[in-house]
């Protein structure tokens, strides 16, 4: 299974950006996925997750009414609406395939990993 993020970029602060995340293979329809974020010099940092069905989400508090995590199962895709973007939202963006339908916020909780999209955000 290969997940592959894109839509990362240079934004300034306020604006907004979307990620997605495309999964080689229509199993992890079965199973919970998540964003993660890794600044410089940070460890990985829990962002969102959403359940195999998409009706339950979960969002760091850092983030919590600025961005949208969803997914089409029919696309085999997992997209992050950020809005109001802040300079300290800076980080290399990972997608990730849940080891069950559990959607956590742990690393572990997650088997399989992007490779991760750089987004950048100027004041």
């Known amino acids: 299974v290969q997940l592959q993020a894109s839509g990362g970029g240079l934004v300034q602060a306020g604006d907004s950006l979307t990620l997605s995340c495309t999964v080689s293979r229509r199993t992890l329809s079965n199973n919970g996925m998540g964003w993660f974020r890794q600044a410089t010099g940070k460890g990985r940092e829990f962002v969102a997750s959403i359940s195999r069905r998409g009706d339950s989400t979960i969002y760091a508090d850092s983030v919590k009414d600025r961005f949208t995590i969803s997914r089409d199962n029919a696309k085999s895709t997992m997209y992050l609406q950020m809005n109001s973007l802040k300079v300290e939202d800076t980080a290399v963006y990972y997608c990730?395939?849940?080891?069950?339908?559990?959607?956590?916020?742990?690393?572990?909780?997650?088997?399989?990993w992007g490779q991760g999209t750089l987004v950048t955000v100027s004041s």
């Open positions: 990730a395939g849940g080891r069950s339908s559990y959607s956590g916020s742990s690393v572990s909780d997650y088997r399989y």
